[in-house]
């Protein structure tokens, strides 16, 4: 008895291992970023196939039905949500101004802007700031790890998905004690986010020969951005333009 | 009396011949570009012009590609050093290509930025462009620009990378662009390595071509 489960227990770990590997990258093409490429690769196109079905349909529909203030209401009362995540963020890192303004942005909006219906803040110029956990646990030196495509919520890295969760419990909507409103709202706060995407288009199929790696290498450089705010320091690689070339 | 009026003369000629100078700068100054630009004054200068002239054309705003490619060839080209983001691009498999191989890298790249971003021309209503101080020193050959487009929504961070360049019509060339973060030139470099990599430069001018075409059937159908 106890040497059947052993082999079974045997040939279970050596599935998870294979399935493990098998996810991984290896060859010359590897990217050092991109150690689970396969597994990426395969989890990306279960969501662009996702998005093409079902959340680009439901956002035109949106954005083509939902009356237009309605539409930026809904758009503004989630902006204010991401406000309270960015004073939390920024007063993480430190960041007093921009942790203040935040602050401010909430408190004017949800009592002059009804609950964030209306972006009063941003009408008395209180600058919006895009802080969250990834973000600091990025400024505080932890590194991104391994490039993630999450299962719906697409580009993400180790570091930010941890950063992802912590933000999600922390949310104003998970407080909500309703199960079914609760997911109804998380779908609302999707479709809002895809519909003001909408405009962007194709532009990443048509601007790449590659989606994936093109979406990866995007993503990383802007995740890097945000955590340097705007400002990163140089990555060093050599500069093969600089020199005189043949053609003149 | 006599040294009265020999100053007057030393003065009239002074004036005369800096109204002449103010003239002729002027006149150069609206018609060509200023050699002596500092760098965010040549990017506000070009942002600011090239803004009025799409606002200005309804053609243009709906996505016309015609007239879209001619505003880029006449107005943009003359302003980006289009061979050095190409050979940034492509990375160590340029100085192996040859002559003709680099041309058509240079044609192909181009034709893909001018279709793929043209759809982005179709956004503009009444956005500003707000150029941020300058921190470099006077002498600095590459220096990087900040701006920032403003319009409904959160501004949107547009960054330049320029180099002197004394032939250039206003002294300064564009060779990377950064928008949100995200160093255009540096994000085609896997794209291009991956095909070179595997294939060679020619499987990637091919590549390019085959984009480029299914792009431009794709716009076709959409119109």
């Known amino acids: 008895m106890r040497g059947v489960s052993l082999s079974a227990k045997c040939a279970g770990l050596a599935c998870a291992v294979a399935l493990l590997l098998s996810g991984c990258a290896t060859g010359p093409n590897a990217n050092p970023k991109d150690p689970l490429e396969p597994m990426n690769r395969k989890i990306a196109g279960f969501n662009d196939s996702v998005d093409e079905n079902v959340t680009q349909p439901l956002a035109r529909g949106y954005r083509d039905y939902t009356p237009k203030f309605v539409q930026r209401g809904v758009h503004n009362f989630?902006?204010?949500?991401?406000?309270?995540?960015?004073?939390?963020?920024?007063?993480?890192?430190?960041?007093?101004?921009?942790?203040?303004?935040?602050?401010?942005?909430?408190?004017?909006?949800?009592?002059?802007?009804?609950?964030?219906?209306?972006?009063?803040?941003?009408?008395?110029?209180?600058?919006?700031?895009?802080?969250?956990?990834?973000?600091?646990?990025?400024?505080?030196?932890?590194?991104?790890?391994?490039?993630?495509?999450?299962?719906?919520?697409?580009?993400?890295?180790?570091?930010?998905?941890?950063?992802?969760?912590?933000?999600?419990?922390?949310?104003?909507?998970?407080?909500?004690?309703?199960?079914?409103?609760?997911?109804?709202?998380?779908?609302?706060?999707?479709?809002?986010?895809?519909?003001?995407?909408?405009?962007?288009?194709?532009?990443?199929?048509?601007?790449?020969?590659?989606?994936?790696?093109?979406t990866r290498d995007a993503f990383l450089q802007y995740r890097r951005s945000l955590i340097y705010d705007g400002n990163p320091p140089e990555e060093d690689g050599p500069d093969y333009s600089a020199e005189p070339t043949t053609a003149k | 009396m006599t040294r009265f009026s020999s100053t007057r003369r030393h003065w009239a000629r002074a004036v005369s011949v800096l109204a002449i100078g103010l003239t002729i700068n002027w006149v150069m100054g609206s018609a060509v570009w200023a050699a002596d630009d500092t760098a965010d004054a040549f990017i506000k200068r070009l942002s600011a012009d090239l803004l009025d002239t799409v606002k200005a054309d309804k053609s243009i705003l709906s996505g016309d590609i015609n007239k879209i490619s001619v505003l880029v060839d006449q107005r943009v080209m003359p302003h980006l050093n289009f061979q050095r983001m190409t050979a940034s691009a492509v990375g160590p498999g340029w100085r192996q290509a040859t002559p003709e191989q680099q041309k058509r890298l240079q044609e192909e790249f181009k034709a893909l930025l001018v279709r793929t971003y043209s759809g982005a021309v179709t956004q503009v209503s009444d956005q500003t462009i707000v150029v941020k101080p300058l921190r470099?020193?006077?002498?600095?050959?590459?220096?990087?620009?900040?701006?920032?487009?403003?319009?409904?929504?959160?501004?949107?961070?547009?960054?330049?990378?320029?180099?002197?360049?004394?032939?250039?019509?206003?002294?300064?060339?564009?060779?990377?662009?950064?928008?949100?973060?995200?160093?255009l030139v540096d994000n085609y470099r896997t794209q291009f390595a991956q095909e070179i990599n595997a294939k060679g430069v020619d499987a990637l001018i091919a590549s390019l071509a085959e984009r480029n075409k299914a792009n431009s059937v794709r716009k076709a159908d959409a119109k």
Request: charged share 25%.
């Open chain 1, 78 to 214: 989630f902006n204010n949500l991401s406000d309270v995540r960015s004073t939390l963020n920024s007063g993480l890192q430190l960041k007093g101004k921009d942790s203040a303004e935040s602050f401010m942005r909430v408190v004017v909006n949800t009592v002059f802007g009804i609950y964030g219906f209306f972006d009063v803040a941003t009408e008395i110029k209180l600058q919006r700031h895009n802080e969250d956990f990834g973000q600091t646990l990025g400024y505080w030196g932890v590194g991104s790890g391994p490039y993630l495509v999450l299962p719906l919520f697409g580009p993400s890295t180790v570091r930010d998905a941890s950063g992802f969760v912590v933000d999600t419990t922390t949310d104003a909507v998970h407080t909500i004690g309703d199960v079914a409103t609760r997911n109804q709202t998380t779908a609302v706060r999707l479709v809002d986010k895809r519909a003001g995407l909408l405009d962007a288009g194709n532009l990443l199929e048509q601007a790449s020969i590659d989606k994936y790696s093109f």
């Open chain 2, 136 to 183: 470099a020193a006077p002498e600095d050959k590459e220096v990087i620009v900040r701006t920032e487009v403003r319009g409904k929504g959160d501004p949107i961070q547009l960054d330049y990378r320029v180099e002197k360049a004394p032939d250039a019509p206003s002294g300064w060339r564009i060779y990377n662009l950064n928008v949100m973060g995200v160093w």
